[in-house]
Each structure stands twice: as C-alpha cells, then as structure tokens.
C-alpha cells in the first residue's frame, strides 16, 4: 500500500516537473498535411543567403486586456513563427518584441513605422504589425490579418527578400480593363497593389508604340482595341528573348464596354505565327468543375464558370504544384496546332466532362449551355506555357508608321510565355471577399486566383524561391466523391433531356407532315392521327420526367448513404478501434506485470 502511494507522488512530481520543463521548453511538432507551421526549403535557402543581418519588430498589444481570444492566439502563434525564423538564420535574423500601450514610446514609434491599429469596442487601439530593418532599408506589414495566415510565411520571407535585393524587376502592364482604378475614381485592383510590393510597375497605355527596354516582364491583360503598332511591339519584345504573361478572353465579364458577344480579345495574328490555336468565338463549359451561381433570385450550376480543382493544375511545375483552387468564369481553350514549333507545357485542364459552347449560347443562359453541352472525353488546356525561341508575326517587317530599324525576324535569345484563356480571374470580384471589422476592411481570399499571377511573375522573372511559400495550406477541401457522383448524375440527366427535346422534334415534325395531307378546310382540326400522335409523345414525356425524378432520387440516396457511412467512421469506428487498442494494450501490460511478479 505504502509503495503504491509512493509511486502515486512520484508520477504526479514527474507529471508536474514534465509540464514546467514543457512550459520554458519551444518545442513544436507540425502535424498539419502542409506543414504549414513548419519553414519551407525557399525561405530556409533565403535565409541562408542573408547579407546583411536583419531585424524583426514585432508589435502587439499583449497588455490590452480587451484583445480577444482570436487575436491572443493568432499572436501567438505569429510569435512562435518568428521564433523559428530567428533560430533557422543562426544569427541573421533578430527578433525585437515590443507592447505598444498607450501613450509609451513604442506606441510612437508603432505609428512612425506606419503600423495600423485596430481600435476595440472601448476605443482601444490595439496593434499586431511587423518592421523589418536592415542597414538603412526598412519594410513593413502594417497589420497582420489573422484570415490570411496562410500567407504569413510568403509575407514575411518576402519583406527578408526585398531587404537584401532592393533593387526592383520592372513589370509593364498593357490592359484593355480599368484595373489601375480608371478616370472615374475605380478602386485599383488587387493584384496591383501586390505587384506593386515586389516590383516597380508601370502601365503601357494601348496607343503607346513601344515598349520601355528596361522592362523585365510583360503583363498584357485583355488586349481588346490595340494598335497595329502595340502590337507590333509586344511581338518584338517576345521575339528579342524577353518573357511575357498574356490573358486574353472569348467572353469578358468584367468588360463593361463592350455589348454581347463582343466581350473578348486576344493576339489572333501573334498566336497564328507561333502556332497557337484559340477561338474567341468559344468557351469551356466543364460539368464536373461547374460553379453554383445565384441567377434571378435562384442558385443554379454553371458549367461555363469553372472552379478548377487540384487535378486541374500540372503538378510538375513549381509554378501550379502549390495551387489546388481557381475560379475561371468563361475561359477560353489554349491549344497547339500541328505547325506549332515551341515547348508547349499545359498548366491548367479542365475535366474530360467538358465541351466548346458557342458564346452565343452563354448569352441564353445556364439552363441553355447545358444542354447543348456533349462531353468529348477530352481535356482542354485553360492556360499553357510556351518556350523557345519565337518568330515573328511580322516578317515583312513593322507595319506603316511604325520606324524600327532594328526589326527582328526570328529570335535567338529563347523565351516564356504564359497564356491563360481568361482575364476575368484578375478581378477582385472572383477571389477576394471583403468584410468590415471593427473599422478594418479584411481581405479575404477564396482561391488561388491571386496566387496564380504572382506564381507566374516570379517564375517569368527568375524568382522562384517565393514560389514554394504561397499556398502552403489548402483553401478549400471539397467532397470529391459527392462531387463525382454530381458529375455522373448530371451526364444522365442532360442525356434524357436531350432525349426529350429529340422527341418534341421528331413530333413537330410528324405533326407538319400530317398537316400537309390535310385538306385545306380541315386545317384547323386535329386529325386520329395527329391525336395519336401527341397522346404517344405525352406518354413518354411523362416516362423521361419519371426517369429524371429517378436519377436526381438516386443521386441524394448515394450522397445521403455516403454520409451515413462517414458518420458511421468518425462516430463508431474510430472509437471502437482505438478502444481496442487500448483494452489490448491493457491486457499486455497486465500479463506482463503478472509474468514479472
């Protein structure tokens, strides 16, 4: 009995010692698929070629008692990251923490740094921002946004890397849409303002004639209405070895110019020269990456607004091996003809369920596009990149009124370019949700969209180090398998509807030929037969309903059976098994004390 006691005080003091030790100890084991909280090989290889050290200043308001529990941990864990970084550098990287109260020297400095501060309910001003110093180069991350905590590595090896290269690559932007803000006071888009973090930005207006030679990268966004001359330039710019990211759009929905079917734009003339097929008369409608959308006060799946998912992207290439989410309203299909010469490297497919649809139909609505969608078991690339040197689409030479006497036919210097058969992505409308807190607007963003066009600015740019750090956690995790079993359910649904239209036809047609063997007087009265006819087509329109009813039955039956069956796992399963586990564990350590004895 005494021996038991004694062992008894002696498991807790170790339990309590543990703990203590456990307390003081930054110890941290990742076990989250991505490892998210874990630094990656990009920013431990950026770290390793720090040049001059850098310091971190990280403010937030521990002390404000009216800081909430989401705040208190998000710090937190941002703390402990930090802590990693300043560990990994081996003495590179010093981290600074500072408790800006009110009316303290680090509340002044808090606000000479440009940090912002969120204010509470009781009119408190609480702070949770980064400095970063080195030399004589600061940056800065005014506010960190706890819904954008999967980008706190790519934020903070980012402002490390501009520290130690301040010199900035240069990206022109050619866009047909207002997406520096416009003349009447628009909201510069996003992705602009993130460019602009990374790289010097200058916009090419599209009755310019030539493009700056310190330009490092070409962006053209939805080239609709350019000069003979501007286009001329972006061919020679391609074609003298420098990189280019070009989007282009068989049906523009961010375009509010243009009318109907006259919503695109793409480089015809350019994409004939390198071999490059792309009809901006057609668009991908894919059934098994549709996107539900609300139409007339009711939700309805588009098959022409594509949510791409991870088997979309080519996993081969840094550049999408990170993304598993985008969201592609009305895209075009990007594909290499026979007299293609270049390296053609899909990056994006669509589904095997998928078909070209005329913009015309888009135009009549989702109900319409589906069904004239007839799936050809093949994948259309929505976004490609190609490489090589390019030729010319101007052999001749410039075109009138264009002075280049440095014309070059066909490039020696080999090039990339990224095509991407859709502009609408870009707007902020398609992958950033904005909300209001407590005076802050918070950004919050739904997809890989936005990481897709820095991915590709990096990689075109030869920075590819930040690539790896973007998307280290998953956005969304759909059901694949519910989706699947929608996709199937769908596939029969549009075939007996098209049954059904097939039939309404073959009646129409059987009416008007008993019409014409009327007599003229009888014209207006239904025929036996006529009669015959319509009571036979009433009776299996009434069959393909019922068989419709049966296939939208069975498809909620399998999804509610899967469901169960899920349930069955996490509630019964699981621990059942681990109850198992533990009575036989139980069971082992009670023979082995016996055999012991």
Request: proline fraction near 4%; aromatic fraction near 10%; include cysteine.
């Given at each position: ?113 440009g940090l912002k501060a969120m204010e ?194 080519n996993k081969s290439l840094v550049l ?82 264009v002075d280049n006497k440095a014309h ?190």
């Amino acid at each position: 009995m005494i021996y038991s006691v004694l062992g008894l005080l002696l498991l807790f003091f170790i339990i309590v010692f543990i703990n203590v030790i456990m307390s003081y100890a930054n110890l941290r084991w990742d076990l989250t698929e991505d490892r998210i909280y874990s630094l990656s090989k990009g920013t431990r290889h950026i770290i390793s070629a720090i040049k001059a050290p850098v310091t971190i200043k990280f403010f937030y308001s521990r002390s404000n008692p009216h800081v909430s529990t989401y705040i208190k941990l998000f710090a937190k864990r941002v703390q402990e990251f930090l802590e990693e970084y300043e560990y990994a550098s081996k003495g590179k990287i010093r981290l600074e923490i500072y408790d800006p109260r009110p009316d303290s020297d680090e509340e002044e400095w808090a606000e000479k740094y440009g940090l912002k501060a969120m204010e509470t309910g009781e009119g408190d001003k609480v702070y949770c921002g980064l400095v970063f110093a080195a030399l004589d180069r600061i940056d800065k991350i005014a506010f960190l946004d706890p819904s954008e905590e999967e980008l706190l590595e790519y934020k903070i090896t980012r402002a490390i890397y501009n520290l130690q290269h301040p010199e900035k690559r240069v990206i022109g932007i050619i866009s047909g849409l207002p997406v520096f803000g416009g003349k009447n006071g628009g909201r510069e888009w996003l992705f602009i303002k993130e460019l602009k973090r990374t790289y010097k930005v200058k916009e090419i207006k599209k009755d310019a004639k030539k493009i700056d030679n310190d330009v490092d990268l070409l962006l053209v966004i939805y080239p609709r209405d350019i000069g003979a001359a501007l286009e001329y330039a972006i061919d020679q710019f391609i074609v003298s070895g420098k990189n280019a990211l070009i989007f282009v759009d068989p049906y523009c929905l961010s375009d509010t110019k243009g009318t109907g079917m006259l919503k695109k734009a793409s480089l015809q003339r350019l994409f004939s020269a390198w071999g490059i097929g792309f009809d901006p008369g057609k668009v991908i409608a894919d059934l098994q990456q549709s996107t539900y959308i609300r139409s007339h006060n009711m939700v309805k799946e588009s098959p022409v607004i594509i949510t791409a998912r991870e088997k979309a992207f080519n996993k081969s290439l840094v550049l999408t091996s990170g993304l598993d989410n985008m969201l592609l309203p009305a895209t075009g299909a990007i594909e290499k003809k026979s007299s293609c010469k270049l390296g053609f490297e899909p990056l994006l497919r669509s589904s095997k369920d998928a078909d070209l649809v005329s913009i015309f139909f888009v135009t009549m609505g989702t109900d319409y596009v589906r069904k004239k969608v007839t799936p050809k078991g093949k994948e259309y690339p929505m976004a490609v990149m190609l490489n090589g040197s390019f030729k010319s689409a101007f052999p001749e030479g410039p075109p009138k009124g264009v002075d280049n006497k440095a014309h070059i036919k066909e490039g020696k210097i080999k090039s990339s370019v990224i095509l991407v058969g859709d502009s609408d992505l870009l707007s902020d409308d398609f992958y950033v949700q904005r909300t209001s807190f407590l005076g802050f607007v918070i950004k919050r963003i739904f997809n890989d969209n936005l990481n897709f066009l820095l991915n590709a600015c990096e990689f075109l740019t030869g920075n590819q180090d930040l690539i790896s750090l973007r998307t280290r956690g998953k956005f969304d995790r759909p059901f694949t398998t519910v989706l699947k079993l929608k996709a199937k359910a769908q596939r029969k649904w549009l075939e007996k509807e098209k049954e059904l239209e097939q039939q309404v036809e073959t009646l129409n047609k059987r009416l008007q030929e008993l019409q014409k063997r009327k007599k003229k007087s009888e014209r207006f009265v239904l025929s036996p037969e006529q009669e015959k006819e319509i009571e036979r087509f009433r009776q299996q329109k009434v069959r393909i309903q019922h068989e419709l009813k049966e296939v939208r039955k069975r498809l909620r039956a399998d999804i509610e059976r899967l469901g169960l069956v899920l349930k069955f796992i996490n509630m019964f399963l699981m621990p059942f098994i681990i109850s198992l586990f533990g009575i036989g564990l139980a069971i082992y350590r009670q023979r082995k004390a016996y055999q012991g004895k």
